[in-house]
C-alpha cells in the first residue's frame, strides 16, 4: 500500500512536469534570450520604456506570446492603459498550451481592473478599405471587425483612402464604457473657384478662351491657368494663376492706357485697300479716212486727237504688289485734214468730231515702300464704249489754205455723222506720290497713257449744198482708225495704303 502510493504520487508530478512549460528563462537562446534578461532588470529597475523596448525585440525573435504578458505590464505602468488591454487580449488569444488556467485567470483579473480606464469606440465609415489612425496611430482598416480599445480623454481620430478628402474628428471618452463614432468620405473633387475683377468692358481670357467681359467668376480645374485681360486702347495684362482645391481666388486686374510715346510710333501698314482719282489729259495720234467713193487721193492721215479723262483706281495692297481695278471717263475729239481729188482735181475734206469715252478693266501695280514718298507704276487692260456726238465733214472745192477756187469755203459744214462703237483698250501710269504715312492721303503727279484699238467704222453718205450732185448720196468715208495712243500728265489724290 505504502509502495503504491509512492507510485501514484511520482506520476503525478511527473505530469504536473509534463504538462507545466518551461520558463521563458529556458525556452529563449541567443538574442531573444539576451533581450529578455535585458528587460527584466529594466523593469526592476522601473524603466518600463526600455524594458518595454527589449521585450518587444525578444518577442519579434521568438513570438511567445508569454512576452506580451511581460509588455503589457509596462505599458499598464506607463499608463497606457488600452494598449496593455489590447496585448492582454492578444496574450490570452494567442498563447495556446503555453497559458496554464492560473495565466488566464491572471489575465482575466488584469482584464477587469483595466476596464474603468479604457473605453471600447466603435469606428463606422461609408468607404470599404479606408485607413483609420488614432493619435498618428495605425488602428486598423474599415470595416473593422471589433470595437477599438481607447484610452480615457481626448483622441484623434483620422479616417483617409486614395480619391477622397482626409476626414479627422476627434472626440473626448470616459464619460461612457462605449461609444460609437462614424465617420463620412467624400471624394475628392480637384476644383476651385476664381473670381477677376478688372475694367467695365475689358475682355476676361483663361488658357486662350474668352470667358467674360467685365470680371469673371467661376469654377476651374486645380492647377496653373494663364489669365489675360485687355481692351481697346489698354496695355492688356498676362499673369499666371494657381487655384488650389476648394479655395476662392480672387485677382484684380487693373489696366493702363497705352501711351504712344513709350511705345514708338507705330510702323507703317503697306498692306489692306487703297483708291487714286487722277486727270490726266491726253493728246494723241494714229487712225486714218479713205477717200469717199468716187475720189482719188490719198487717206487723211495724221490728225489731232485730244482727250480730258477722270480715272478712279481701287485696289488691294500686298506690300509692293497690288492688284486693282480702274474705271475712266474720257471726253475729247479729233481734228483731220486732207486732199481728195475730183475728176477736176480741187476737192479738199476737212473732218472734226467730238467724242465720248469709256472704260473699265482689272491691272496690276507695283509700289516701292515709303511713308512718305513712292514711285508707282501700273498697266490695267479691259475696253469700253466710244460715242461721236456731232461729227462733221467740211467738203468742198477749194485750195489747201482753206480759201475756195469757185467761191465755196473750206470751213462750211457739209454733213453731219455720230456713230458709236465699243473696242478693247489699256491703259497705265508711270508717276510718284508724296504723303505722310500708311495708311493715310498721297498726292499723285506723273504720265498717264492709253492706247485704244477701235474697229473700222464707215461713215456718210454725206449731203449739203456744197456736195456736187455727182456725190450724192453715194459718197461716203471710212474710219480706219487702227491703234491709236494717247498720252499726258496726271494729277490725282490717293488715300489708304
Known amino acids: 500500500m505504502k509502495r503504491l502510493c509512492l507510485t501514484l504520487l511520482v506520476l503525478l508530478f511527473a505530469t504536473l512536469a509534463q504538462a507545466a512549460p518551461p520558463p521563458l528563462a529556458q525556452t529563449l537562446t541567443g538574442t531573444a534570450k539576451s533581450d529578455y534578461e535585458a528587460g527584466k532588470l529594466l523593469f526592476t529597475d522601473g524603466d518600463f520604456v526600455g524594458a518595454n523596448i527589449k521585450f518587444r525585440a525578444a518577442y519579434d525573435l521568438s513570438h511567445d506570446a508569454r512576452l506580451l504578458w511581460n509588455m503589457a505590464a509596462c505599458e499598464k505602468n506607463l499608463r497606457h492603459y488600452a494598449v496593455a488591454a489590447r496585448l492582454v487580449h492578444e496574450y490570452v488569444d494567442t498563447g495556446g498550451d503555453l497559458l496554464g488556467d492560473q495565466d488566464r485567470a491572471d489575465a482575466a483579473q488584469l482584464l477587469a481592473a483595466l476596464q474603468s480606464f479604457v473605453v471600447k469606440l466603435t469606428v463606422t465609415v461609408n468607404e470599404p478599405g479606408a485607413e483609420i489612425d488614432v493619435d498618428d496611430a495605425r488602428a486598423g482598416v474599415s470595416p473593422l471587425d471589433k470595437p477599438l480599445i481607447l484610452d480615457l480623454g481626448e483622441r484623434k481620430i483620422v479616417v483617409k483612402k486614395p480619391g477622397f478628402k482626409e476626414a479627422t474628428k476627434s472626440i473626448t471618452l470616459g464619460a461612457n464604457p462605449e461609444e460609437k463614432i462614424d465617420v463620412t468620405l467624400v471624394p475628392e473633387v480637384h476644383e476651385g473657384t476664381l473670381v477677376v475683377t478688372t475694367a467695365p468692358g475689358a475682355r476676361v481670357l483663361l488658357d486662350g478662351a474668352a470667358v467674360g467681359t467685365g470680371g469673371f467668376r467661376g469654377k476651374l480645374k486645380s492647377g496653373g491657368h494663364t489669365l489675360r485681360v485687355e481692351a481697346t486702347g489698354m496695355q492688356p495684362m498676362q499673369q499666371e494663376v494657381v487655384v488650389e482645391d476648394g479655395e476662392t481666388r ?248
Request: glycine share 20%.
Open 250 to 497: 480672387t485677382v484684380d486686374v487693373p489696366l493702363a492706357p497705352i501711351v504712344e510715346a513709350a511705345l514708338g510710333p507705330k510702323p507703317p501698314s503697306y498692306r489692306g485697300f487703297y483708291g487714286r482719282v487722277s486727270t490726266p489729259f491726253w493728246f494723241g495720234f494714229g487712225g486714218s479716212y479713205e477717200p469717199p467713193a468716187g475720189l482719188a487721193g490719198s487717206e487723211l492721215t495724221g490728225g489731232i486727237y485730244g482727250l480730258a479723262n477722270l480715272k478712279l483706281a481701287v485696289g488691294d495692297a500686298f506690300g509692293w504688289f497690288r492688284v486693282e481695278g480702274v474705271v475712266m471717263g474720257m471726253f475729247g475729239g479729233r481734228f483731220d485734214s486732207g486732199g481728195f481729188a475730183d475728176p477736176s482735181g480741187n476737192q479738199v475734206i476737212k473732218i472734226g468730231y467730238p467724242m465720248l469715252s469709256g472704260f473699265a478693266g482689272v491691272g496690276a501695280r507695283v509700289t516701292s515702300l515709303s511713308p512718305s514718298f513712292r514711285v508707282t507704276g501700273g498697266v490695267a487692260l479691259g475696253g469700253g464704249p466710244h460715242q461721236i456726238l456731232d461729227g462733221n465733214l467740211r467738203y468742198g472745192p477749194c485750195d489747201n489754205s482753206g480759201n475756195g477756187n469757185t467761191g465755196m469755203s473750206c470751213s462750211g459744214n457739209d454733213g453731219k455723222f455720230n456713230p458709236g462703237w465699243g473696242s478693247f483698250a489699256m491703259t497705265g501710269d508711270l508717276g510718284v506720290t508724296i504723303g505722310n504715312g500708311s495708311p493715310g492721303a498721297r498726292f499723285f503727279v506723273g504720265v498717264d497713257w492709253y492706247v485704244d484699238f477701235p474697229p473700222d467704222v464707215v461713215v456718210g453718205p454725206f449731203t449739203g449744198s456744197n456736195v456736187p450732185s455727182e456725190y450724192v448720196p453715194k459718197n461716203s468715208a471710212t474710219m480706219v482708225h487702227g491703234p491709236q495712243f494717247y498720252i499726258g500728265p496726271s494729277l490725282g489724290v490717293g488715300f489708304g495704303h
